[in-house]
């Protein structure tokens, strides 16, 4: 009977050893799901490299620097523009 109580106690001890390995790599291996956007063609949003008026990437919230856009895929112009053109709003003073 202690042979088996011995080998209940192995099995017990790995099967917990490998439990709280899965919970560790589950929990320090979670991926950034925020790194991967899914972004619009230019297509679809009738992208262009040139302003319409006064409206260009480089006055838009969407813009990053130096070349790209949170939403529109691909390299984006400062001059660029859009029809999800949204206008950055300065601070009144």
Do not use: W
């Not at 490998?18 to 799901?33: K, N």
């Not at 925020?34 to 260009?56: H, R």
């Not at 990053?64 to 601070?91: H, N, T, W």
């Amino acid at each position: 009977m202690a042979k088996h109580s011995n080998l209940f106690s192995r099995r017990a001890l790995l099967q917990h050893a490998v439990g709280a390995a899965g919970v560790t790599a589950t929990l320090c291996g979670t991926p950034h799901r925020a790194d991967a956007v899914i972004k619009i063609s230019k297509a679809a949003v009738a992208y262009q490299d040139q302003p319409n008026g006064d409206k260009e990437c480089g006055k838009c919230t969407q813009f990053e620097p130096p070349a790209a856009c949170k939403l529109v895929d691909g390299s984006i112009s400062p001059q660029g523009y859009c029809r999800l053109f949204a206008p950055i709003r300065q601070m009144a003073n």
